[in-house]
Nanobody, 124 residues
Framework: QVQLVESGGGLVQAGDSLRLSCAAS????????MGWFRQAPGKEREFVAA????????YYADSVKDRFTISRDNTKNTVYLQMNSLKPEDTAVYYC?????????????????WGKGTQVTVSS
């Protein structure tokens, strides 16, 4: 069982930056895909970004490309999401996920474990 705890969310203004962190439990294998998803009120959960176990490959949703950066530190069992130039439409609960199916890294099916989420609110 892998436990994931997100942190770093908050209320910011449009154009600001935030960095989310996701700390995984000590049992986490480094050979895991890590991803970020988000869910806005009244909408389905959507893919944001994913990173391979060795940081060699990263995927981004078109809506966040060039603004968000995913990274990981396997020595700390932590994955990060640096969010720049935030927009009101980025407002959502952001979830961290861990999984072993890299081919499905851009879908929820690729993940086995989920955090409880952290709220990001961007005001205009």
């Amino acid at each position: 069982q892998v436990q994931l705890v997100e942190s770093g969310g908050g209320l910011v203004q449009a154009g600001d930056s935030l960095r989310l962190s996701c700390a995984a439990s000590a049992r986490t294998s480094t050979y895991y895909t890590m991803g970020w998803f988000r869910q806005a009120p009244g909408k389905e959960r959507e893919f944001v970004a994913a990173i391979s176990w060795n940081s060699g490959v990263k995927y981004y949703a078109d809506s966040v490309k060039d603004r968000f950066t995913i990274s990981r530190d396997n020595t700390k069992n932590t994955v990060y999401l640096q969010m720049n130039s935030l927009k009101p439409e980025d407002t959502a609960v952001y979830y961290c996920a861990s999984g072993s199916r890299w081919r499905e890294a851009r879908t929820q099916n690729g993940y086995d474990f989920w955090g409880k989420g952290t709220q990001v609110t961007v005001s205009s």
